[in-house]
């Protein structure tokens, strides 16, 4: 089955420490995206990637870090310098930038203490 | 600043049909109106998009205003399965030429027996 793995789904971390989510997509597509949500708001978008060895800031972008070495995958750091990092992270991808549809993974929440 | 306005909540009987709306007074001419909706804790699922036209597909029916200023989605028959936070967007063309998708906090939606 194609589509957008996550993981871990639950994540606990010491504040201080740096962290990494993992993305990985079968579906071939080029573009990826990193997403935030807090508790009762809409997807605020952190990274996105529009092909292998690039990406780009999004709207939030200050605390984390991202690569993209290959199509399939767009693993998301977030650092110590993050002042909230406790939140729900959603990856999506799509064929192009420009394309109508985004897939979304199932979402890791990271909570931090 | 926001481009979308919709209610925060509404709930619908099962098998009846749920018809959302969506303000959207700002929308330039070559933007177009998208629908996701999130289940609690998942990742958001694409439902329907459209620029000017009416539209359908299996899950729902786009109607978009002949001035555009405003759309409605319409679940033609509800099914508990359709609770969930519906998201309408409209498509940001910046101008490095990618199409982001900007989430409000989008419409409750419960579905009752």
């Not at chain 2, 609770?83 to 910046?94: D, Q």
Request: charged share 20%; proline share 5%.
């Amino acid at each position: 089955d194609g589509g957008i793995t996550q993981s871990p789904k639950y994540l606990f971390r010491k504040e201080g420490q740096n962290v990494t989510l993992s993305c990985e997509q079968n579906l071939n597509h080029d573009a990826m995206y990193w997403y935030r949500q807090d508790p009762g708001q809409g997807l605020r978008l952190i990274y996105y990637s529009q092909i292998v060895n690039d990406f780009q800031k999004g709207d939030i972008a200050e605390g984390y870090s991202v690569s993209r070495e290959k199509k399939e995958s767009f693993p998301l750091t977030v650092t110590s310098a993050q002042k909230n990092p406790t939140a729900f992270y959603l990856c999506a991808s799509s064929i192009s930038s420009d394309s109508y549809e985004q897939y979304f993974g199932p979402g890791t929440r990271l909570t931090v203490t | 600043d926001a481009k979308t306005t919709q209610p925060p909540s509404m709930d619908c009987a099962e098998g009846r049909a749920a018809n959302l709306p969506c303000n959207h007074s700002t929308i330039s001419g070559n933007e177009y109106v998208y629908w996701y909706r999130q289940i609690h804790s998942q990742g958001p699922q694409y439902i329907i998009h459209g620029l000017k036209n009416n539209e359908t597909n299996e899950m729902a029916s786009l109607i978009i205003t002949e001035d555009r200023k405003s759309s409605t989605l319409i679940l033609p028959h509800a099914t508990l399965r359709d609770t969930a936070v519906y998201y309408c967007i409209v498509r940001v063309e910046p101008t490095d030429s990618w199409g982001k998708l900007q989430f409000g906090a989008g419409t409750q939606v419960v579905v009752t027996p």
